[in-house]
């Protein structure tokens, strides 16, 4: 990881929506169908992801996002439901480029996958919501504002 000093807003991607010739993915839906780990904000979990994307090479986020899938996806989930993160060309509110790394390295697990009919990139919600946790982890306390700063002392502690 590098140690530029990066800040990114949440909710603010790499280009601005909305695009009236693109709107964001999924914005009718209540928080875009989308449901973060318990205790958090759906403003978190994407603050977390843009955050390790703007500090990661693709290269490094490949590996490590591959090893932690190969790790913790012990045996198929019994989780049949399956949230939108994306769009099928990987657009929304989380970085494309993680979004399009995700997609491969979860092919041969089956945990994520196209909806034709929605023009969606879906993924299981155990999956998503264990990565996420998992990339917090990786985030530095200088990273991140002072609520996840509690909440990333608190998981440490166990608490």
């Known amino acids: 990881m590098t140690d530029s000093q990066i800040t990114l807003i949440p909710g603010q991607p790499a280009r601005p929506w909305p695009r009236p010739n693109r ?12 449901y973060p780990p318990d205790g958090w904000e759906l403003d978190d979990v994407e603050f977390v992801w843009w955050t390790l994307a703007s500090r990661m090479s693709k ?37 494309r480029g993680v979004m399009l790394i995700l997609k491969q390295i979860l092919k041969p697990y089956r945990g994520m996958f196209v909806h034709d009919e929605y023009n969606a990139l879906r993924i299981q919600l155990t999956i998503w919501n264990t990565l ?25 502690l166990g608490l």
């Open 23 to 34: 709107p964001l993915p999924f914005a009718y839906y209540e928080d875009y169908e989308d």
């Open 59 to 95: 290269k490094e986020l490949r590996a490590s996002l591959a090893k932690v899938v190969k790790e913790k996806y012990f045996q198929p989930h019994d989780c049949f439901r399956y949230v939108p993160i994306a769009d099928s060309k990987g657009r929304g509110r989380y970085p």
């Open 132 to 156: 996420t946790l998992t990339v917090f982890e990786w985030c530095s306390v200088e990273w991140l504002p002072e609520h996840l700063v509690v909440a990333k002392l608190e998981m440490d």
